[in-house]
């Protein structure tokens, strides 16, 4: 069998396609919170459960109304998002002039308490939800096989990072939302209705994060704690990209994902904490992060 | 005797717990170029952003073309006609000068074309790509003042258009401002430098400790002088 550094080439492929099937949730749920501390300077503990919550509305979609993979897709992330929308004009927005801390624990007890719904409803175990028929089988590369699955979600996350880059940095629209990054009060006497804007990118966030859950939910367990597991790590992503920066959480997201997977082939005992030493790495050498400008 | 456009009466402003302003009375007549002259801190740039709506904490009353300045909410004012170019210019870094000039939305019919403002300010022509920071200072006061134009504003609230900028830019930006009143817009110009305001202006209102204290028209200004200076100091 072919090897690359003493190591099998399928096993090596299958880590570095693991790593990218990570990397993309990685970096469709830090371009969320990117986008959302960006705008609204909030450090969005919840965005790990907005996921859950995701992959929750596309199991409870398909399972209690029969709505299948690819409405789910397009109905998750409304739902998400107009529950974020909600949570933001009612709670969030009355500590927009307050410290970071004050947003950071509503959000982080949000996150408990929807985590604790959750398990309540549904407990702890996972709940399975089936590959949808259109994406099912394999690819065989020759080297490997890639389940079709895995490869559209690569592919798809991919495109709406790619996506939501060029609307942000491309468009009338995204010129809006970096000024009002900014300089707020100045592009609201500009006309601009900057509350409303904040509403709706916090929205378009936690949005995003429901979407990435309705996509993981065919290949993870769909369960409570789903979110929380993976917030850590998706927070490492956004501090070594540059709080902020939104190439930098998409580059940094699938970097990390595929350098994960290669620390599982080489030096397993220490593929968990692979991010977290980057992340010192990053914080002692270029503080501001890979992508990030200093202030 | 031409209409009165704005009128501000017993204007009171707080920035947090700081009173800043202490009761601002003046009024601008339509086709006006009208400054508010004064020393630093006398409240002049914290006029012109309780105006705008930029400044939030405040009392009394300003009335844009009879609708009340202050019960609007802040992103409605602009939509009133009203186009603020602020103290620093706010040119935005991370936009480029052609993403500068579109960012204010067209709040009325009669904004300029990209065309005609880069007829009144050539200085910007060419440079679409190239990040908004990066102009001469004087540069970007021209970007700030073109994306006003572009909005279809007819009365425009100009903070100290000239400061740090060199005679011969000066000399352009007044130019421009003449050009602005040919046209009919209505100008309240903040301004330190009694020159170049005495070069564009109709009348000047002296601010001191949050208030308006004297008026003089321009006409009369020469006779004014002595007054005058001592007011500002100089």
């Known amino acids: 069998m072919t090897e690359l550094f003493g190591v ?21 749920l830090s371009l969320g919170l990117a986008i959302i501390f960006g705008l609204l300077n909030v450090i969005n503990f919840a965005h790990g459960a907005f996921y859950m919550v995701g992959a929750f509305v596309s199991w409870g979609l398909l399972t209690y109304a029969g709505v299948g993979y690819w409405p789910s897709l397009v109905l998750t992330p409304l739902i998400v998002g107009a529950f974020g929308a909600v949570f933001e004009r009612t709670m969030l927005r009355r500590l927009y002039g307050l410290d970071h801390l004050f947003s950071l624990l509503l959000t982080f007890g949000l996150a408990l308490a929807l985590e604790g719904v959750f398990r309540w409803i549904y407990g702890a175990g996972g709940k399975s939800y089936p590959v949808p028929p259109s994406l099912q089988g394999v690819y065989n590369l020759g080297f490997m096989m890639l389940p079709v699955y895995r490869a559209w979600v690569i592919v798809a996350s991919l495109a709406i990072c790619l996506v939501a880059w060029v609307l942000i940095e491309k468009t009338p629209l995204g010129a809006r939302l970096r000024a009002a990054t900014e300089n707020p009060k100045l592009v609201t006497a500009f006309g601009i209705n900057v509350p409303l804007m904040l509403t709706l990118t916090y929205a378009a966030g936690v949005g995003l994060a429901g979407l990435a859950g309705a996509m993981a939910a065919p290949i993870y367990q769909v369960s409570p704690n789903m979110g929380s597991s993976l917030i850590v790590i998706v927070f490492a992503v956004v501090v070594i990209g540059g709080m902020g920066s939104i190439m930098g959480s998409i580059v940094t997201g699938l970097m990390l994902g595929v350098l994960e997977g290669l620390t599982k082939v080489f030096f397993p005992t220490a593929s968990a904490i692979t991010v977290f030493i980057v992340m010192i790495l990053v914080l002692l050498l270029r503080p501001a992060g890979l992508f990030g400008k200093d202030k | 005797m031409a209409e009165i456009r704005l009128q501000v009466s017993a204007l009171e402003g707080w920035y947090g717990e700081s009173h800043v302003l202490h009761g601002v009375t003046f009024d601008v007549k339509r086709g006006e170029v009208v400054t508010l002259l004064g020393r630093n801190g006398a409240g002049k740039t914290s006029t012109l952003r309780a105006l705008a709506g930029v400044m939030r904490k405040r009392r009394g009353s300003a009335l844009l073309d009879g609708h009340d300045l202050l019960s609007t909410p802040p992103h409605r004012v602009a939509h009133l006609g009203l186009g603020f170019v602020p103290e620093e210019r706010g ?141 500002l100091g100089i």
């Open chain 1, 8 to 28: 099998p080439l399928a096993v090596l492929s299958g880590q570095v396609m693991i790593g990218l099937i990570n990397g993309s949730f990685y970096a469709l």
């Open chain 2, 91 to 231: 040119i935005f870094s991370s936009l480029t000068v052609r993403e500068n000039l579109m960012l204010p939305p067209v709040v009325r019919q009669g904004g300029w074309s990209v065309d005609a403002i880069h007829e009144l300010f050539p200085n910007l022509k060419g440079r679409d790509t190239t990040t908004g920071t990066r102009l001469s200072g004087g540069e970007q006061q021209m970007l700030a003042i073109a994306r006003i134009l572009r909005t279809g504003c007819d009365i425009i609230l100009l903070d100290e258009p000239t400061e740090g900028l060199a005679p011969v830019i000066v000399e352009q930006i007044g130019k421009a401002l003449v050009r602005l009143k040919e046209k009919g817009f209505t100008v309240l110009l903040v301004e330190q430098n009694l020159n170049f305001a005495r070069g564009v202006a109709d009348r000047h209102y002296v601010v001191e400790q949050g208030r308006v204290v004297d008026e003089f028209a321009n006409d009369s200004l020469s006779a004014s002088m002595d007054q005058l200076n001592r007011y």
